[in-house]
């Protein structure tokens, strides 16, 4: 009966329909047809409605929304259903109510005065009882409802309807700040910069340089809203501790015996190196940017193979294992990944792998550092790099001289589309979920547009760091064109994506990661998305790339938004948050192996934006078994993340997985749960935060506490058992 009333409302389609702000767009028949089974439950009437709109409205080229409105108010009142047609009324009147209330500046503020769990939690990395975060949590209220009356009306109230979500309002539009970005750290310390009244010159140490390297990630993080990286560190810094070295043998051809000189300067210098890498940490999980959060910060590793870029790595390695301060904390900040690559460090054979057992150490016991497949994400992104903050990924991309270019790049922003909502709107009918789909990736291409025009209308001189001091690659002028470093695809902006499993349960039921059917729709609907990306950078020369999105509170927010609109609905909205990107039910206990071969699809047409992750219990008297899972995901996928428990209790001694309750997480063996006195790590998105010390949203909570093993410790116990077994075989046969 449903596909009757849209056969008969199919009609209007080549109508054009004029909203309120004069703005046309095609008439999509299931947007009437939702908001009238709303008042109307008799069938009948509906399509006696329909019919009646129809014959009113079929030979008119452009029809206005209020006159559809006014239409179907009076065929309800026709029908003798007045409390109908006032529940309709009433149904849009809210609609406009909630639009004036979220442009109000008042109403905004209010909630953070009021302290909304909604906007005090919606970043784990923000303490909201901070005087500098309260003061950004209040000027970015303002902001939002500023940047709302900004945007283009239908992006504006597809985003307050949940339709599609518009990253990082609390900046954007308002001010044209970009994203995140690789920081061209090597030209920066090479030619010097400048950050406020201060010219700096090139680094004559390891230590200087690490010092430098945090002033500019303080500027950097203050002068965009998304996170920034480092890529290959230890062989940046590499020059900066070679300095150190030469200094240290001359000081030893006059103090030292000649035979004891190089092996002096070298101690020296480890020892250098050690502080420098120690000293980045602490100045990291120190600073605050102006957003009123320490920076969300990357540090890519693993790639260099003389000493003193080794010993780069392991001090990185063993600084993050030792933890911060008295109690041996575990560090948020920077989000360690370590570069896998074959001849280099996979294999016991190769001349890093022992870089690759400290680094196995350190993600048994601190969950970082992360890990970049070389070839895998050469194969996925067409060059290697560490990802721009958490996952967004720069393509492959050379200059006007053929020379490849990574770091100084950054991506303009991002634009989510609630994937659920389309299957939930769509009822089963998967012809009607691809008329939505190609609806709303029109919403997606004019929010996206907008972002990127908007974020051309800076000005050198707005973020002199950024655009005329080298952190974006070229120094441009202070009246310079920031779109130089924009256009011809330079830049990257995002389409993102959320609940690739909850679409697939609307039309195939819950469990259906093991239906072949079920896996190749979800396969082409990712294809579909990155398609579209693919003919809008044809056509405007930005690189539009496919994001999946981390959802740190979209999880939250979009199922929030369809619980009010579709209702508790059985494994897709009652779980209370949505799945992020295209991972598997985490619900489910799938092996390792049995997830990442489920997974390893998407990143192929999400390039823009990925990261895999597996669940496993405390490994630290298990390395090997986690080393089995890198070694089998080399050829598999990109970029791999480690769950793990590593939660602390400073009271009773506990170690492991501290158990999830309505109030947070507590110590399963004395109770405790308060964040002096305990050290509890989750990873929130692609970072890991503390939930104890800065509680996140309800849904990511329930996300969180939701997950279970990929690996169990009695797995771990059997894999152990058949390898001994095996061993006791083959020596037996030896004898």
Avoid at 21 to 49: C, H
Avoid at 202 to 208: E, G, H, L, N, V
Avoid at 246 to 264: F, G, I, M, R, T
Avoid at 343 to 352: A, E, G, Q, R
Wanted: with cysteine; net charge neutral.
């Amino acid at each position: 009966m449903i596909s009757t009333f849209q056969d008969k409302l199919g009609l209007l389609r080549t109508s054009l329909i004029q909203k309120r702000d004069g703005e046309q767009t095609k008439f999509y028949p299931y947007k009437l047809l939702f908001s009238l089974r709303q008042v109307v439950a008799d069938k009948k009437i509906q399509d006696q409605i329909c019919e009646a709109l129809v014959n009113q409205f079929h030979d008119q080229a452009v029809i206005s929304t209020q006159a559809i409105h006014n239409a179907v108010i009076q065929q309800l009142k026709n029908c003798g259903l007045e409390d109908s047609a006032t529940a309709y009324a009433d149904y849009f009147d809210k609609e406009q109510q909630n639009f004036s209330d979220a442009t109000n500046v008042q109403k905004r503020i209010e909630k953070v005065f009021e302290r909304d769990a909604e906007v005090v939690h919606e970043n784990a990395n923000k303490d909201s009882t901070i005087f500098n975060t309260q003061r950004d949590l209040e000027a970015g209220a303002a902001s939002r409802a500023m940047g709302l009356k900004m945007l283009p009306e239908l992006v504006a109230k597809g985003h307050l309807r949940g339709d599609i979500h518009w990253h990082d309002l609390d900046y954007s539009p308002v001010t044209p700040e970009t994203n995140c970005c690789l920081i061209d750290f090597d030209g920066m310390l090479k030619n010097g910069y400048k950050i406020g009244n201060a010219e700096v010159d090139s680094p004559r140490s390891i230590q200087t340089a690490t010092a430098q390297m945090a002033q500019i990630i303080a500027n950097v993080a203050s002068l965009q809203y998304g996170g920034c990286s480092a890529n290959r560190v230890d062989q940046l810094l590499a020059p900066y501790a070679e300095i150190n070295y030469q200094k240290h043998l001359a000081d030893a051809k006059d103090w030292v015996s000649p035979d004891k000189q190089e092996a002096y300067a070298k101690s020296k210098t480890k020892k250098d190196i050690y502080d420098a890498m120690q000293a980045l940490e602490y100045e990291i999980n120190t600073l605050y940017s102006s957003q009123g959060q320490t920076p969300f910060t990357t540090v890519n590793f693993g790639l260099g193979t003389s000493w003193i870029e080794r010993e780069i790595q392991k001090s990185i390695l063993k600084i993050r294992i030792k933890g911060l301060g008295t109690e041996h904390r575990t560090a948020i900040f920077p989000k360690l990944i370590f570069t896998l690559k074959r001849d280099l460090n996979l294999h016991p054979t190769d001349p890093n792998y022992d870089i690759k057992q400290l680094a196995i150490e350190c993600s048994t016991k601190r969950m970082y550092p992360d890990l970049l497949m070389y070839d895998k994400i050469k194969e996925l992104t067409g060059s290697f790099k560490t990802p721009m903050g958490c996952r967004s990924f720069l393509q492959g991309w050379r200059d006007e001289n053929g020379k490849e270019v990574n770091s100084g790049r950054m991506n303009l922003g991002v634009v989510t589309v609630n994937l659920p909502r389309l299957a939930l709107a769509s009822n089963g009918d998967k012809k009607l979920f691809w008329e939505i789909f190609e609806e709303r990736m029109t919403l997606c291409h004019q929010a996206l547009a907008y972002r990127v025009e908007r974020t051309k209308e800076a000005e050198p001189k707005n973020a002199p760091l950024l655009y005329m001091y080298g952190a974006f690659g070229k120094r441009l002028p202070a009246d310079g064109d920031v779109d130089e470093l924009f256009k011809n695809e330079r830049a990257t902006v995002s389409l993102g994506y959320i609940g690739l499993y909850e679409v697939c349960t609307v039309f195939y039921g819950p469990d259906w990661e093991h239906n072949a059917e079920a896996h190749d729709f979800a396969e082409q609907i990712v294809k579909a998305m990155w398609k579209k990306c693919a003919d809008w950078t044809k056509e405007s020369g930005y690189h539009y790339s496919l994001y999946s999105t981390p959802a740190e509170s979209l999880t939250d927010t979009f199922c929030r938004d369809d619980i009010a609109k579709f209702g508790k609905v059985a494994n897709v909205t009652d779980k209370e948050y949505y799945t992020n990107s295209f991972h598997y039910d985490v619900r489910k206990h799938p092996t390792p192996f049995e997830k990442l071969t489920f997974e390893q699809d998407f990143p192929k047409y999400a390039s823009g934006g990925f990261i895999h992750y597996c669940e496993y219990p405390n490994l630290t008297q298990n390395p090997k078994a986690l080393e089995a899972v890198w070694d089998w995901a080399y050829d598999h996928v990109g970029y791999l993340g480690t769950n793990t428990s590593i939660d602390k209790c400073y009271k009773c001694g506990f170690k492991g997985e501290f158990k999830a309750t309505a109030r947070g997480f507590q110590c399963p063996q004395c109770g405790n749960h308060d964040p002096q006195f305990c050290d509890v790590v989750k990873r929130t998105c692609g970072y890991l935060g503390n939930p104890q010390q800065r509680p996140m949203v309800h849904g990511r909570h329930v996300e969180i506490a939701s997950r279970r093993k990929n690996l169990t410790t009695e797995m771990i116990q059997n894999a152990a058992k058949n390898a001994r077994s095996k061993q006791s075989d083959a020596e037996r046969v030896v004898g």
